[in-house]
């Protein structure tokens, strides 16, 4: 099946080129579309620049402004379908996830609708968080499991694998989230029309370069948000 990974970036400038030659260099069959939502740093520019070296393997999506994680990935989802790309791919470009499961998603990904990305299936793979971080992820996980009745264990991750079906199928014009919220109301979104979901255990790596972008208000629109994908049904 034709795969892309879709990549949204702001100010990314430093960890882009690492990742793409990270994933370049497992010699996996998928293309790459970075989404870049006019970076101030110049990571647009930085991604034009690496597509010379990956020919039509690596495709830029420039977007006029920041409006939001989950508008940058809705974005590149619409156009890898408009394409007729039949698996896409979905992380972040900040060499927090290591692009050597893209093997273990596409592994899964005949057999599913959907792939998720686990930190802590089996047990706790997150490298650099200090307890406050991880407390709050954990607790996270319990109040969406909570509140939707998914039993994933962990409903909040951004590595995931999509089957181009299962996101026309899941209507993404409906889709009302941006932040945080945005990776729980895919997932809840596939669950409730009953898709196949799997979960894969992966490694989270702390970001080194740039700056985390989480902040209390995604926090906030996460905590309101999930109640009222409970109660949209």
Aim: glycine share 10%.
């Amino acid at each position: 099946m034709r795969a892309i990974v879709v990549i949204p970036t702001y100010n990314e400038a430093e960890s882009l080129p690492q990742l793409v030659e990270k994933i370049r260099s497992l010699g996996v069959p998928v293309d790459l579309l970075v989404v870049d939502d006019n970076s101030p740093d110049g990571t647009g520019q930085v991604a034009e620049k690496l597509t010379a070296a990956g020919g039509n393997r690596l495709l830029v999506l420039h977007r006029e402004k920041k409006e939001g994680l989950g508008r940058a990935y809705l974005a590149g989802f619409r156009l890898a379908l408009e394409r007729g790309y039949e698996t896409i791919l979905q992380m972040d470009a900040d060499l927090s996830h290591d692009p050597a499961y893209i093997f273990g998603f596409l592994d899964r990904i005949p057999d599913c609708d959907l792939v998720l990305g686990s930190r802590y299936l089996g047990g706790i793979r997150v490298v650099n968080w200090d307890f406050k971080r991880l407390l709050l992820s954990k607790a996270a996980t319990k109040y969406v499991q909570f509140v939707t009745g998914m039993r994933f264990s962990d409903t909040t991750g951004g590595f995931k694998c999509w089957r181009a079906s299962a996101l026309r199928e899941i209507g993404l014009e409906g889709v009302f989230s941006n932040g945080y919220l945005f990776q729980i109301e895919m997932t809840y979104r596939a669950f409730r029309r009953g898709f196949r979901i799997a979960e894969i255990p992966i490694i989270f790596y702390e970001r080194n370069l740039g700056r985390s972008k989480m902040d209390w208000r995604i926090i906030w629109e996460a905590l309101w948000g999930v109640l009222r994908l409970r109660f949209r049904g």
